[in-house]
């Protein structure tokens, strides 16, 4: 069965570059989740798109963006990048208005420099 | 404001033994969902089992079984027959009240390591 797939798998910038991270939900999920998961901690929400639209907003700084597109994959992109922004960046999918299962994307590692 | 505790940051068991993993919930809500996801060392995060506030049975996914006493806010992960290959992280989940796109908060995981 298809996956959630993200890119890239890893990615390595220097502190005050930007970063564009992609996600592809599973075929036929209209929801999109982002998550941070820094060394060691539990995955914190980000943001989450339904239907294109932007639905709830986490622990995003306002130095990162996100939006969804009519494709439904999904881009966060990432700007003035600090040492902290050193993460595991999850993706995750769902069918319907939240009411579902969320599959995860296998992740992509990004490391600040 | 909503909360998942897993008190076990670290378990070791014996290869084909069962095991328990603890976690419990708070949350005002009456609709909310429970998720248990495995999480190994490479790093991706792997969906096992699901359980509704309403649902009455509980949920059952192969080797993992889900023992959800909704009075004790409790939703303890078992695995039965463990194998070399269950060892990772666990993290148990809750989603909010049913919106769009809810979010999802994680505990802080159990690390599950088998031994042979």
């Known amino acids: 069965a298809a996956g959630v797939i993200q890119s890239p798998r890893h990615l390595i910038k220097e502190k005050r570059e930007t970063a564009t991270l992609k996600c592809y939900p599973i075929?036929?999920?209209?929801?999109v989740y982002w998550y941070q998961q820094g060394p060691g901690q539990d995955p914190q929400f980000l943001i989450s798109?339904?239907?294109?639209?932007?639905?709830d907003k986490g622990s995003i700084p306002d130095r990162f963006s996100a939006q969804q597109f009519s494709d439904y994959h999904s881009e966060l992109n990432m700007s003035s990048l600090e040492l902290g922004d050193s993460a595991l960046y999850f993706c995750?999918?769902?069918?319907?208005?939240?009411?579902?299962?969320?599959?995860f994307g296998p992740g992509t590692r990004l490391l600040v420099l | 404001a909503q909360k998942i505790t897993q008190t076990q940051p670290g378990m070791f068991v014996q290869e084909k033994e069962a095991v328990t993993l603890d976690c419990t919930y708070d949350?005002?809500?009456?609709?909310?969902?429970l998720f248990w996801y495995k999480q190994p060392s490479s790093g991706e995060m792997i969906f096992l089992i699901y359980?509704?506030?309403?649902?009455?049975q509980n949920a059952t996914e192969g080797r993992y079984s889900l023992n959800f006493q909704k009075a004790r806010k409790s939703a303890n992960l078992v695995i039965s027959a463990s194998q070399l290959g269950d060892s990772a992280m666990y993290f148990c989940?809750?989603?909010?009240?049913?919106?769009?796109?809810?979010?999802?908060?994680f505990g802080s995981g159990t690390r599950l390591s088998i031994r042979p």
């Open positions: 949350t005002s809500d009456q609709s909310y969902g």
């Open positions: 989940a809750m989603r909010e009240a049913y919106s769009s796109a809810s979010k999802i908060i």
């Open positions: 798109f339904y239907e294109k639209m932007q639905s």
């Open positions: 359980q509704g506030s309403y649902d009455e």
């Open positions: 995750a999918s769902s069918p319907g208005q939240g009411r579902e299962t969320q599959y």
């Open positions: 075929p036929r999920h209209d929801t």
